[in-house]
């Protein structure tokens, strides 16, 4: 049973799929004017705190916690890196075992992917990754549900991910590979994924008949696509990386030229923030086959689902 969401590979395929069924149904009772109810008619989360204690900027991924919080009956509480300091004024087991005590569930944005793994080892209450240098995790699940929404299955679909070989590749790689997608990933030749990752991702792929292929071909990972999803060329932490990235990410952009590679019905991808005219041209991700507003809303219902599945609701 899922104790805490740290990493996209927590959820085996079979718990994916019960969590992504579980963020539909929830998104069609909330766009039908239905609240999800408990057995007793009340709302399921009556009572409860998630805190969110975010260490970076964030606009989705905050707003569809608390949103989501709301509209499920408890609330959400933000704590910026000014507001606690973790680490500084207070040592990382020390903010875990004190949140533990008031809230419910605890979702962290964190610089250190091992920040969310100690919250982890010390909370009493599930903790989420609410992205980390490593991963992505709920970016993934909303990436997941939308392109199960614009093609009606996941299984043997290809996505092609052109850019950084970063937290958000690696989560999609990730629940990409439990759930049997054939992920093609380009990456210039020093921005490639985590090697622990490709490993644990390639063993996924064996077990759900899925693929993992890497190259440094925005082109070949792109040939025969359904999906071709991209991020920013430097993350947050990573800004003054940029002026020397751009150069050796220039042939990964997502335009129209690269397009014509993928399928006719081909997405296109991104977890925004986006760089328009860097990492994807402004006609591409404004174009009629931009998903990207929908990966932004299907955050809130994944979200939602999520915290139900985590506290046992
Ligand atoms: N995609 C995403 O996580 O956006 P935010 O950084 O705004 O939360
Ligand atoms: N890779 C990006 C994702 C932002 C949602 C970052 O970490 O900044």
């Known amino acids: 049973m899922l104790q805490h969401y740290l990493s996209a590979a927590d959820l085996p395929r079979a718990e994916a799929e019960a969590l992504l069924q579980r963020a539909q149904t929830l998104k069609a009772e909330w766009n039908s004017g239905e609240h999800c109810r408990d057995s007793n008619g009340g709302l399921p989360l009556q009572g409860n705190t998630l805190a969110l204690v975010f260490e970076k900027p964030s606009l989705r991924t905050r707003v569809a916690f608390e949103a989501g919080m709301t509209q499920l009956g408890g609330n959400g509480s933000y704590l910026s890196a000014n507001d606690i300091d973790m ?8 903010v ?7 809230v419910q569930a605890i979702a962290a944005r964190v610089f250190k992917h091992a920040t969310v793994e100690t919250l982890a080892r010390y909370a009493t209450v599930p903790v989420i990754n609410a992205l ?4 992505h995790p709920c970016q993934a699940l909303a990436d997941m549900l939308t392109l199960y929404e614009r093609h009606n299955h996941l299984a043997g679909l290809r996505l092609a991910y052109v850019g950084d070989g970063n937290n958000v590749c690696h989560s999609l790689m990730l629940l990409g590979a ?3 997608l054939d992920v093609a990933i380009a990456c210039p ?3 490639r994924p985590d090697p622990n990752i490709i490993t644990l991702a390639q063993q996924r792929a064996t077990e759900s008949g899925g693929q993992i292929s890497l190259s440094s071909s925005p082109i070949e990972a792109v040939a025969g696509a359904d999906a071709v999803y991209t991020d920013v060329w430097a993350s947050m932490g990573q800004e003054h990386e940029a002026a020397r990235r751009r150069p050796l990410f220039q042939p990964y952009q997502i335009n129209a030229d690269l397009l014509a590679h993928a399928q006719e019905h081909a997405v296109i991808m991104h977890c925004l923030p986006a760089h328009r005219g860097e990492e994807i041209t402004t006609d591409m991700i404004d174009g009629p086959r931009s998903v990207v507003f929908d990966q932004a809303e299907n955050r809130l219902h994944v979200q939602k689902a999520l915290i139900l599945t985590l506290l046992h609701k």
């Open 132 to 135: 980390s240098d490593l991963e």
């Open 96 to 102: 875990a075992r004190n949140l533990s005590r008031w």
């Open 189 to 191: 030749a020093d921005y």
């Open 178 to 180: 439990t759930l049997g």
């Open 87 to 94: 680490g500084g004024r207070e040592s990382v087991p020390d």
